[in-house]
């Protein structure tokens, strides 16, 4: 078993993602989701936020 991991680009929906691994020959075994966080400073005090996240499938091609 070969395996891959495939990002979700910016601006691309998870179907297209998933249409783009079966293209390429592989299916989807696991949905990894990482949080992006970034600095905002107020009143002096710098605080951590989510901003967005990361969304990758790890894929898997059974080869025979």
């Not at 680009?9 to 293209?23: F, N, P, S, V, Y």
């Not at 951590?48 to 894929?59: A, K, N, Q």
Request: aromatic letters at 6%; one cysteine or more.
């Amino acid at each position: 078993m070969k395996k891959k991991r495939f990002t979700v680009a910016e601006g691309e929906t998870i179907a297209a993602c998933l249409a783009r691994m079966k293209q390429e020959g592989y299916r989807p075994i696991r949905r990894i989701e990482q949080p992006i966080f970034r600095e905002v400073e107020t009143n002096g005090e710098t605080m951590v936020e989510p901003c967005g996240r990361i969304i990758e499938f790890e894929g898997v091609r059974d080869e025979p």
